[in-house]
């Protein structure tokens, strides 16, 4: 079993706000919804034979904790459901993780040795990845792939290809080579555009330049003075290149896994899931952003996610790509997932996913 740390110092605040009593119940609670989707009833929990406590006992529990935010209850029926304040608090300090089967093991261990013996493709690697993800949870799985993160430049190269148009290419501190055309004006001599590529290193790229060098170079910017409009279009190419996501960097899958899924069966509510797959901007942006967090895995549930559908968790988890570049896997699905299960799976398939695109894996360490 294994206990991580998905708290900001603000909800470590409240871990002892329930006692251990309190703290059972809402287990209970959580884990008999997630398994049946039915509403919870103090028999239900009594039943279990897990708290060794009276029905009438764990009403009253279930009603002080309805009180306080962690249950509700979604009918005139005595069942109740926990809320996303008590889905966080049992995300938080009553879950531990187990490690997955051997037979999942197995099968991810398959992807490993596939991506290696047939020299898949980065891309054929990622989306093995998501789609076992999905299949496994049946949830619907999101992946952005390797993004560097704030490389420096090394080096800017420019040179024509045509009479108006140039090659730009850029190197980053790790090796990484990334080119465009961009469009010159057709007057441009290839004297101009070696002292703009002068000017773009010196502006773009973390050199120390000597003297000599510093003072040439602020020669060069005098000289192109009227080049100054053509210089700055070049640094915002350059910085777009390097900032902007591209669209093929996210993929999608299992979202037909939604139709399963008994808070799914309202028309409306499937329609509002469904767009999201014409919505892949705001995702790329989601997991982006998820990026600055330096967690192993992130749970954001509810109004947390960030989605605009209501009653919604994504949990992610990083991984590493070539160059220290950092990608992510994620699931998204009802906050009834099974949390133990997602982390479980989803911490499995990232270290998987590091060791084969840094290269690191071992045949015969997978199982």
Known sequence: MKRFSFTSELEKEHENDLNDRQRNVLKEVCDAFINTSVPVGSRTISRSGRLSCSPATI???????????????????AGRVPTEKGYRFYVNFLLEYERISQLEESLIGKIAIYAREDHLHTQDILKSAIKYACQKTNLAGVLLAPRKSHNQLKSIRLFRVLENKAMLVTVDEYGGISDQVVTIPA???????????????????????????QEFIEKTRHLLSRYNNLLSALVNQVRSALDDPDSNEILLDGFVNFFDQPEFNDTGKMKQMLRLLDQKEMLLNLLAKSLESDREIVVNIGSDSGLEIKDMS????????????????????????????????????SNTLSQLLMGSVKLSEVK
């Open 59 to 77: 009403r009253n529990e279930m009603a002080d904790l309805e009180m306080m935010g962690y249950l509700f209850s979604p009918h005139t029926s």
């Open 187 to 213: 007057d441009t001599s290839d004297d101009v555009l070696e002292k703009l590529g002068i000017l773009l290193n010196a502006q773009l790229c973390h050199h120390r330049y000597h003297q000599y060098e």
């Open 314 to 349: 994504v949990v992610t988890a990083r991984y590493l790509g070539p160059n220290k570049s950092i990608g992510k896997i994620g699931l998204i699905g009802p906050l009834r997932m099974d949390y133990s299960k997602v982390v479980a799976t989803l911490l499995r398939l």
